[in-house]
């Protein structure tokens, strides 16, 4: 027979693991300006044990109109060295089912001034 519901279950959760500073091709759906829409590359900022349990991620999605604005805009540099920029205020939580495509990994020191960035966008 095939495997059971908990199995299938168990598997398709260990499918869709994102880890925190995966960068993916997201399907954001319409948008409204300011938001961000189309499928744009995004960063996946929510953290790796919660990505594995919901089935959602928080990610902030990447442009590549230049101008770092810190702390709003961040110069990440990406697979081929293709520049663009983290644009913090378009945080947003996504279904799984919106990521379209895993592009690549953001480096450690990226992450850690993303997360100096992140902390001090968010606070008072």
């Known amino acids: 027979m095939g495997a059971s519901r908990s199995e299938y279950s168990a598997d398709r959760k260990e499918s869709l693991a994102v880890k925190r500073g995966s960068l ?3 399907n954001l759906g319409e948008s409204h300006p300011p938001e961000f ?3 744009r590359p995004a ?4 953290n790796s044990v919660q990505n594995a349990i919901l ?3 928080v990610v902030v999605p990447l442009s590549t109109r230049p101008g770092e ?3 709003l805009r961040l110069k990440l540099t990406g697979a ?3 520049m ?3 644009v913090l205020p378009g945080i947003r939580q996504v279904s799984k089912s919106r990521l379209v495509k895993f592009i690549d990994f ?3 020191d990226f992450m850690r001034g993303f997360d100096e960035a992140l902390n001090l966008y968010l606070s008072d």
């Open 24 to 26: 993916y091709w997201v």
């Open 37 to 39: 829409g189309k499928t």
């Open 43 to 46: 960063l996946v900022i929510s």
């Open 55 to 57: 089935d959602s991620v």
């Open 69 to 71: 604005i810190w702390p």
């Open 80 to 82: 081929k060295n293709k």
């Open 84 to 86: 663009s920029f983290a």
């Open 106 to 108: 953001a480096s450690l």
